[in-house]
C-alpha cells in the first residue's frame, strides 16, 4: 500500500472548523477508501481530523509525531513514532511518503510544502512525485511562486511540482493516476 503525508494545521478559528475540519476528515476517509495508508504529524486540528477520517473508514493511519511541552498525540493513528526534534520528524515525514496532500494550515504547513519543493527541485525526491494541495487557501503560494520566476528567482518549470485541487476527490483521482 503506497503511504501519504498529509501536512495540515492544529487547529483554526472555532468558526472555521466546521470547513476546515470537514475539509481534513473527507481526505483521511477517501484515502483510506482508495487503500492508501494515511500518514500525518500525529497532532491535534486538522491532522486528527485527516486520521479519524482515515481511521473512521478502516484505514491504516500513521503517525509522526513531535514531543514537546506535554503535546497531544491523535488517538487516531494506529501506530506512532514520535521525534524530538523537527528537522528528523520532518524528513521522515516526507522520505515515508510515496506522494504528498497539504491541507490549510500555518508556518509548519508552508515549511513542509517548501522544503518538499525544494527537494523536488534539487532532484532529492523525485520531480513527479504528487504535491497536491487541496484548497483555494494555497493561491497565496501560487502567487508567491510565480513572483519569483517573474524575477528570476525560481525556473518557470517549478510550476509543474505541484497540484492545486478545491476538494479531497480531485487529489483522489491525481493519486490514482500518478502512484
Known amino acids: 500500500m503506497k503511504k501519504i503525508s498529509v501536512f495540515a494545521g492544529n487547529d483554526c478559528f472555532k468558526e472555521r472548523q466546521k470547513h476546515y475540519f ?15 495508508i ?14 479519524r477520517g482515515a481511521f ?6 500513521m503517525g509522526i509525531g513531535l514531543d514537546f511541552g506535554g503535546r497531544v498525540q491523535s488517538k487516531y493513528v494506529k501506530t506512532i513514532e514520535i521525534f524530538k526534534n523537527l528537522g528528523p520528524r520532518q524528513e521522515k515525514l516526507i522520505t515515508l511518503a510515496d506522494a504528498y496532500i497539504a491541507l490549510p494550515g500555518g508556518v509548519g504547513t508552508f515549511f513542509e510544502i517548501y522544503n518538499i519543493l ?11 512525485m504528487p504535491l497536491i494541495l ?4 494555497f493561491s497565496m503560494i501560487q502567487e508567491t511562486l510565480e513572483k519569483m520566476m517573474e524575477e528570476g528567482f525560481l525556473e518557470k518549470s517549478a510550476s ?6 478545491n476538494t479531497p476527490e480531485e487529489a483522489m483521482e491525481i493519486l490514482k493516476e500518478q502512484i
Open 22 to 36: 470537514g475539509l481534513a476528515y473527507q481526505t483521511g476517509k477517501l484515502l483510506a477508501e482508495n487503500k492508501f
Open 38 to 51: 494515511t500518514v500525518t504529524g500525529a497532532g491535534t486540528g486538522l491532522m486528527e481530523e485527516v486520521s
Open 56 to 61: 473512521e473508514a478502516g484505514g491504516e493511519t
Open 118 to 128: 525544494g527537494l523536488k527541485r534539487l532532484g532529492e525526491i523525485p520531480k513527479d
Open 134 to 137: 487541496i484548497s483555494d487557501y
Open 160 to 165: 509543474s511540482l505541484y497540484t492545486i485541487v
